[in-house]
Nanobody
Framework: VQLVESGGGLVQPGGSLRLSCAAS????????LSWVRQAPGKGLEWVSGISSDGSRAYYADSVKARFTISRDNAKNTLYLQMNSLKPEDTAVYYC?????????????????????WGQGTQVTVSS
């Protein structure tokens, strides 16, 4: 199983980025998915999660109204549209797959509790 994130980079405050997570060797549509980030010197922070059919989405308060999670099950791809980026959004962003409700609907799970985890993509917000 592979989860491969892409789309990170350097962006100015107020800018936008769209992250993607391409999955292979996995029955993608069966899994709930999350984006989790880790800022320099800090622990993991759950950012957003989406149900297996894409009908429900959840967001951390810190990104609500700025980030939008979506998925395309036909393409086995998860997305995170990030707008109005702030320096505090600087982090490595990971996508993670889970069968557990609590792991995609909020910050309740440790990394080991997810079924699969990507290698991460760096997002840097700086002027």
């Amino acid at each position: 199983v592979q989860l491969v994130e892409s789309g990170g980079g350097l962006v100015q405050p107020g800018g936008s980025l769209r992250l993607s997570c391409a999955a292979s060797r996995i029955t993608f549509s069966l899994y709930r998915l999350s984006w989790v980030r880790q800022a320099p010197g800090k622990g993991l922070e759950w950012v957003s999660g989406i149900s297996s059919d894409g009908s429900r989405a959840y967001y951390a308060d810190s990104v609500k109204a700025r980030f939008t999670i979506s998925r395309d099950n036909a393409k086995n791809t998860l997305y995170l549209q990030m707008n109005s980026l702030k320096p505090e959004d600087t982090a490595v962003y990971y996508c993670a797959a889970t069968t557990r409700y609590e792991c995609y609907s909020g910050p309740s799970c440790r990394r080991s509790e997810y079924n699969y985890w990507g290698q991460g993509t760096q997002v840097t917000v700086s002027s």
